[in-house]
Each structure stands twice: as structure tokens, then as C-alpha cells.
């Protein structure tokens, strides 16, 4: 499989497998591993990477007649570009458009770009889709962005308190988030409406900031010690090490007419511990 390394002029780096366009890890500047990677990920061709930051286009999860997820996570990209621009980021621009393959599960004509940009302690992952066609379209995607813990018994997320969630493992819908900061205790499949702009993930050693623009949705997923035994690519207590918080479209499709385009993004900043 090929991959690219982008490093910034400050030593920030991240590298990007071409199948998928996946973002497979981030360093900040002077940092450590900010992205979980299962030991046990099969680096295949078609064969989806566990960890990093999947791209789930034209459905996410089930929620439609297509393979779960999509097929964007599992296609060849190509790099368009790569460059530092005048502030020292490192950036790549890879695009996919339809094919012969794709037009079989999804009779549609697109084009799709994923941007990536890393720069100090800010990571910055944008995709696009400019519907190319003479017909209109619908899809739901999500950065499926799989975040590493030291230990998730010690990790809250702040920011989600007040919206509304479906939630997948029991199928409640419209359940009310009333806790000040999320805690992960077992299994957790949700999926978050309309939530602010920016969430924080605190760890006793540092903050994570996330910032998503155009997505107006919120994936918050760990399989628990039950759900991981079901994963054969997730090795033996990596359920322990992290947490999806997944920029998303989901509850309302994204609608694009002809010649229409939709972009979204996923900004994430580690910050300091505030002990």
C-alpha cells in the first residue's frame, strides 16, 4: 500500500495511505501519537484500515443499501498535491471521483476531495463533494477519527451536554445529554444532533480540541470490552486506548444538486493539561 508522510518546517508530521485517503497519524510539533492505530489493522488492498481517520462516504454505517460505510474508505485515491505554504504547514490534496465500481453501488457522478493540513499542534482534515452529474444526489459521511487514550477511564469529553442523541446500541431515539462531561463506561454508539462547534477531550496529561465546520453531527463510538471481542482487526485491550469523535452527516442527508458542491472539516489542537 502507498503511503505519504507530510512534515512541517516545525517538525509536525502526519502520513496519509492513498487507499481511502486515510490519515493514518498525527504527531504535533515536540508531541506524541495523537491518532489510535490497531495493532492488529490489516494493511490490504479493499480492505478497510482499523484506526486513524476513515473516510465514511456516501453512507455512513448501515443506513442505506450500500456496504456499511461506504465505499470511499476502501478506493484509490490520487495525490493532486503537496506543498509547505508561507506559514511552514505541510498540506496534500487527494481527490476521487466516480467509476466503474462505484457507479455498480452508486449510480452517481461526483467529484471528492480530501485536503489535509498539519502545522504545530493543529491537524486540519477537509473533504469536499461537487455533485458533476445532470441529476441531484444525497449522501451521509463522517471523519471517522479514531483519537488515542492513555486510558479511556480517565478521559471526558466536554461540549456535547444539552443536545440530543440516537442511540444506536439500545435504539432510543432523541435521548437528552444531560452529563457536564461524557464518560465512557462500556459500549457506546452515538450519534449527536446539531452539536456545538467545538468539543473538548481531556486527559490528565492533555486537552484535545475539535472543531468541526459543516458537519453538523457527532459520532461518539467505543465498542466496550463486549463489542471489541467482536472485532478481529482491534487487538486484545485496544478498546482501552480510544475513542471515536467523528465529525458527521448523518441525521439529515447533505442534498446536492447538479453542480452543487458541500465541503466539511475536522480541526484538531492538543492543548496543555489544565493541571
Known amino acids: 500500500m502507498e503511503f505519504l508522510q507530510l512534515t512541517a518546517a516545525d517538525g509536525a508530521t502526519t502520513t496519509i495511505c492513498h487507499q481511502g485517503a486515510h490519515v493514518c497519524s498525527w504527531i504535533p510539533a515536540s508531541g506524541t501519537e495523537q491518532l489510535f492505530m490497531s495493532k492488529a489493522s490489516t494493511f490490504r488492498q479493499g480492505i478497510a484500515i482499523r484506526g486513524g481517520i ?3 462516504f456516501p453512507q455512513f454505517s448501515g443506513l442505506g443499501a450500500l456496504p456499511k460505510h461506504g465505499f470511499a474508505r476502501t478506493a484509490d485515491w490520487q495525490l493532486q498535491q503537496q506543498w509547505t505554504d508561507s506559514d511552514g504547514a505541510a498540506l496534500a490534496v487527494f481527490s476521487l471521483k466516480e467509476n466503474i ?14 485536503t489535509v493540513r498539519v502545522l504545530g499542534q493543529a491537524l486540519e482534515v ?10 441531484a444526489f444525497s449522501f451521509t459521511s463522517a471523519l ?3 483519537l488515542a487514550l492513555a486510558d479511556i477511564r ?3 469529553l466536554h461540549g456535547l451536554q444539552g443536545t440530543e442523541y440516537r442511540d444506536t446500541v439500545s435504539g432510543q431515539e432523541h435521548c437528552p445529554e444531560t452529563a457536564p462531561a461524557l464518560e465512557i463506561n462500556g459500549e457506546t454508539d452515538r450519534i449527536y444532533a446539531n452539536v456545538p462547534a467545538t468539543l473538548t477531550l481531556a486527559q490528565p496529561q492533555q486537552r484535545l480540541q475539535i472543531t468541526g465546520i ?6 461518539i463510538w467505543n465498542p466496550g470490552a463486549t463489542g471489541a471481542v467482536k472485532i478481529t482487526d482491534l487487538e486484545p485491550g485496544g478498546e482501552q486506548r480510544m475513542l471515536c469523535v467523528e465529525a458527521a452527516a448523518v441525521m439529515r442527508p447533505v442534498q446536492l444538486l447538479p453542480g452543487q458542491q458541500w465541503n466539511g472539516s475536522q480541526r484538531l489542537v492538543r492543548l496543555p493539561s489544565q493541571d
Open 101 to 114: 465500481a462505484s457507479l455498480t453501488l452508486w449510480p452517481h457522478v461526483f467529484e471528492a476531495g480530501l
Open 154 to 156: 480517565q478521559a471526558r
Open 126 to 135: 477537509t473533504f469536499s463533494v461537487r455533485n458533476t452529474g445532470d441529476t
Open 54 to 56: 476513515p473516510l465514511i
Open 144 to 146: 471517522h477519527t479514531y
Open 214 to 219: 459543516g458537519f453538523p453531527d457527532a459520532v
